[in-house]
Structures are given as structure tokens and as C-alpha cells.
């Protein structure tokens, strides 16, 4: 069975949007608003300082990487204090060459390569919530190495080219997750994920989701009394043990729901639920509407989508 950090991603269908390369000289200051979607950078010549909302400033450095899942607002400059100039992300058109800040002349101080990509799935907000904020990894080449190969990717015009910047993302994804300091990270996946006695549980519910878990059994699999457990898993994953199983079961739930084609009723023993009934009112519940209104604003959001490809 795939782990659980694999699971997630799957959930989440990463699809590439955006890439490009950035330099900058001089002094030179940029901010750019909250963007929501997950951005990343690798530095690959010189420094420079990036300050993320919520977070301490970090001087960045060639081999440096960056992978905001959220990106919310940050400001990235040169060495030398300079005024920032203000960027909506969401109204910049996409670069057709390098973005140049500062001096325009001479030799960069800085060069990297970043961009965004986004996440297909309708609970990317609340599995997104168990990722660290922010990822700052330092001497893996391997991931400036797939950052450059999906920039060339972005940048040709042949078949095949969307699925390979999917797995790409994909693959770039699961390198800077599990690369990440998870002893660092603020409460979340990662953090249980790290820790040898939250790991088997996170992965028993993951692997058997259909399995009708107590906080006790858990704890079981755990190997620590029913209120450690509870206090322990709360403490580093972020919420509650229930709530993530619940969670993680309204999510594999939407997914077979959207794509499947399954009977309600084999859905609802797929995750768990010894009927359809009893698994049409929890997710009613959590997501807001029954599992047949989800399935048919799904299917009209798809064609939605599809026409759209089909004219663009």
C-alpha cells in the first residue's frame, strides 16, 4: 500500500500551471500578495532574502528550495534594503522570458527558477492545512534537478506534455515533503509522520480506512495508553484522531464519488460505513450537501471544464 504523504498527493491531483525565471541586481524589492495556490522556487545562482507572512525572513542561497503549499503573502529581495514593488499574483500575466528585478543591466546578483501549480482536488484547503507552511530545504540537487526539468517541460508545445508536468509536480511534491525537516515543521502530517508512535496509526487508517477505528484501538497500534495517544496525536498532527479519520474518509469518499461510477452503498463499506444511509448523513454533514447533489455539481463542473480545454 502506498504511504500516507503518497495518499495525500494522490488526493490532491497536483496539475503544473505557471513556470519561470527570475534575477535580480542591485537593490531591488518585491512583494506579492497572498496567492492561495502552492508556490515553489529553486535558487541556482547567488542569494537573496525572502520573508513569508507568519514566518522568520530566511536568506536563500544557490542549491536552496521553497515550497509554500499555500503561498500566502511574502516579500523576496536583494541583500540590500530597497522599496518593494507591490505584485497581484493573481492579475500578472505569465512571463514570456526571465523576470528581471532591480538593475536591468550586467550580470545578476540572483537567479532562480520558480512558479505555481494548483491542486485539482476540492479538499486541497483542508488537506493542505496538514502541511507545513513553508519548506525551506538546502543541499538537495535533486530537486533543483526536477524544478529545471519541469520548466522545460512548461516551455514545450508537445503531446504528452500535460500528464508529464502532472507527475513532474507529483514527483517534486513527494521529494520536498518527505526532504523537509519534519522535527521543524508546525503540527501537521509531516510531524505525525515522524514520530514513531503517531506513524503506525496515521498509516493504519489510511491503509485499512474501511476499518471501524476507535480512539482505543488506535491507540493500540500505537502502543500507548487511550489519553496519550489522544494527547500525542492532537499535539503533532494538529487535530483531533477522529477528526483526521473523518477527514481523510470524506476525502477518498469525493473521489470515488467524482470518478468511480460505484454504487452509494459500496462507497459507503469502502470507507467504512455499514450503510448508505449512515454514510449519506455524514457526509451530508461534513460536506454540505448529499453524496448525489456532490456527484451532479462534479459532473457539471467537469463539462465545464472540459469545454473550456476544448476552446482556450
Request: hydrophobic share 45%; proline share 8%.
Amino acid at each position: 500500500m502506498p504511504d500516507p504523504l503518497t495518499q495525500v498527493i494522490r488526493i490532491l491531483r497536483p496539475r503544473a500551471v505557471v513556470s519561470k525565471g527570475i534575477s535580480g541586481a542591485g537593490r531591488w524589492a518585491v512583494r506579492y500578495g497572498a496567492f492561495g495556490e502552492p508556490g515553489f522556487c529553486a535558487v541556482t545562482e547567488g542569494h537573496c532574502r525572502l520573508a513569508v507572512e507568519g514566518e522568520a525572513e530566511v536568506l536563500l542561497e544557490a542549491g536552496d528550495f521553497v515550497l509554500l503549499p499555500a503561498t500566502p503573502a511574502f516579500t523576496m529581495s536583494g541583500l540590500d534594503p530597497a522599496p518593494a514593488v507591490r505584485i497581484d499574483p493573481r492579475s500578472a500575466p505569465p512571463p514570456d522570458r526571465e523576470v528581471r528585478y532591480g538593475r536591468q543591466d550586467g550580470p545578476p546578483d540572483m537567479r532562480q527558477f520558480g512558479g505555481w501549480f494548483a491542486f485539482a482536488s476540492p479538499d486541497a484547503g483542508l488537506l493542505v492545512a496538514l502541511l507545513p507552511r513553508m519548506i525551506h530545504i538546502r543541499g538537495v540537487p535533486r530537486l533543483s534537478q526536477l524544478v529545471h526539468l519541469l520548466g522545460a517541460e512548461a516551455a514545450r508545445e508537445e503531446i504528452g506534455r500535460d500528464l508529464i508536468l502532472e507527475r513532474l509536480v507529483e514527483i517534486l511534491l513527494i521529494e520536498a515533503l518527505r526532504a523537509a525537516p519534519a522535527g521543524q515543521a508546525q503540527p501537521g502530517l509531516l510531524r505525525g509522520l515522524a514520530d514513531p508512535r503517531i506513524a503506525p496509526a496515521l498509516r493504519c487508517m489510511h491503509d485499512q480506512i474501511q476499518r471501524s477505528w476507535t480512539v482505543a484501538a488506535l491507540a493500540r497500534e500505537a502502543g500507548l495508553s487511550r489519553s496519550a495517544f489522544f494527547d500525542r496525536f492532537t499535539r503533532l498532527v494538529g487535530v483531533r484522531p477522529m477528526e483526521y479519520l473523518l477527514s481523510w474518509r470524506m476525502a477518498v469518499a469525493k473521489t470515488m464519488l467524482r470518478g468511480s461510477g460505484l454504487p452509494l452503498d459500496e462507497v459507503a463499506s469502502r470507507i467504512g460505513y455499514g450503510s448508505a444511509s449512515t454514510f449519506s448523513t455524514a457526509f451530508s454533514r461534513h460536506v454540505g450537501l448529499p453524496p448525489g447533489r456532490f456527484v451532479k455539481l462534479s459532473e457539471r463542473q467537469g463539462d465545464t471544464a472540459q469545454a473550456a480545454r476544448v476552446w482556450s
